[in-house]
């Protein structure tokens, strides 16, 4: 493919959208500890509700943008399959293996820890179930790519119409269930809705007619869709389409957690299990509507920034090549940010600040750790042949 200011232009904007998306995750796992809590579920006060729902929402398309970026640079692949299972080894798997023996080490039982490491990732360090999912992503590029290379637009407008339509899903069951979903645990204590079953599936099978286009593999082939098929736009059309996409996630993203809430009480605090989490959640998750139509918004918008200057050059670049780092470590800082300003201005109705405390410190939570692991990352990244171990 030729250098030309086109993909000079989709370079920069990923950088960009990487930077972005990784302070968006420090942002939700910021607002956390203000619906999550107690016995797994506590909203102290009301305001906490709607200050959880408005940061939460806001960045909720967080996850998808990373796999949309993954997919614009990578998919098809540019080189061959067992070239690139190797460089993804290098990028992804030794720095997840790395801070995945850390949190082991640090947070828990190690012994344990390790063990339950033999089937699955570290429950005390949540956000690592992000590679697992990569990873899975990662097995099938291969397999499409040939299709990809000859893909023709109307095609794969028909197949990201489909993966749209999976993402109403959750509330097909939701309303097919006549209300809230009950809750079933494993032999982990994790909870799972119980599924409403759709379209094939059955006690027998959990493998329904729309199982194979759900799930993440709709932002694999949208970052498809817009390095294929999607050319310059100007900020007028930008406009007309980005933002209504957006605010219609955001509305769909907000409101669904907030009409849960209350339907859960009206009486703060309000407190349950984690399995009551699950529910407030449901609008919150990746595969959703609200979610798909905030990521399209976003990524219209991230297309248009084309600034390359020396704050590009010698800051924002860096950082955007030590955003696989910050994701992997930065929940050790964000534990501690979290609970020096949770001690500092109090939660809830004894804060210091009022209605104005949650989201001043979950402000100063998301940015300490950006910034701390930001500087932290690009300086370990340089560390000659260690640092790209340790961060990718």
């Known amino acids: 493919m030729e250098l030309n200011k086109d993909k000079q232009t989709r370079w920069i904007w990923v950088d960009w959208l990487r930077v972005t998306a990784c302070l968006m995750v420090m942002v939700v796992h910021s607002t956390e500890p203000f619906y999550l809590g107690g016995e797994g579920s506590r909203i102290l006060t009301e305001s906490d509700a709607y200050w959880a729902s408005f ?20 998919f098809p692949l540019h080189y061959s399959t067992g070239e690139f299972f190797r460089r993804r080894a290098l990028r992804i798997l030794i720095p997840f293996a790395v801070w995945t023996c850390f949190y082991a080490l640090v947070w828990g039982e190690p012994v344990q820890n390790f063990k339950d490491l033999l089937l699955n990732f570290n429950y005390a360090a949540g956000h690592l179930w992000f ?8 097995l099938l590029m291969p397999l499409l790519s040939p299709w990809a290379e000859r893909v023709s637009r109307r095609e794969l407008s028909f197949y990201l119409f489909l993966c749209l339509l999976t993402t109403l899903i959750p509330f097909v069951r939701d309303w097919a269930n006549d209300g809230e979903l009950p809750i079933i ?38 970052g498809l869709y817009f390095r294929r098929f999607v050319g310059e736009l100007s900020w007028k059309r930008t406009l ?33 299990n984690v399995s009551l989490a699950v529910v407030w959640e449901t609008t919150w998750c990746n595969d959703t509507f609200g979610v798909a139509l905030m990521t399209v918004g976003w990524i219209l918008l991230f297309r248009k920034i084309t600034w390359d200057g020396s704050f ?49 410190e979950i402000l100063l939570t998301a940015l300490c750790t950006f910034l701390s692991t930001a500087i932290v990352c690009t300086l370990i990244q340089r560390v000659p042949k260690v640092g790209k171990w340790i961060m990718g």
């Open 131 to 138: 590679v697992y999912m990569l990873l899975g992503l990662y």
């Open 185 to 222: 645990y494993g032999t982990a204590g994790l909870p799972n809705p119980a599924r409403y079953p759709l379209w094939g599936e059955a006690s027998w099978n959990g493998y329904g007619t729309f199982y194979y286009l759900c799930g993440f593999i709709g932002y694999l082939l949208l």
């Open 312 to 360: 590009y050059q010698r800051i924002l670049l860096p950082v955007s090549h030590a955003s696989y780092g910050m994701y992997l470590c930065h929940m050790f800082v964000l534990v501690f940010f979290s609970g020096l300003f949770l001690g500092t201005f109090r939660i809830g109705s004894e804060g210091q600040f009022g209605i104005w405390t949650t989201p001043l």
């Open 240 to 272: 007309l389409i980005g933002l209504p996409c957006w605010l219609a996630g955001f509305a769909i993203t907000f409101g669904g957690f907030i009409v849960r809430v209350f339907e859960t009480s009206t009486v703060f605090p309000i407190e349950g």
């Open 55 to 74: 940061f939460d929402s806001f960045v909720r398309a967080c996850v998808p943008l990373f796999i949309v970026a993954s997919s614009f640079l990578q």
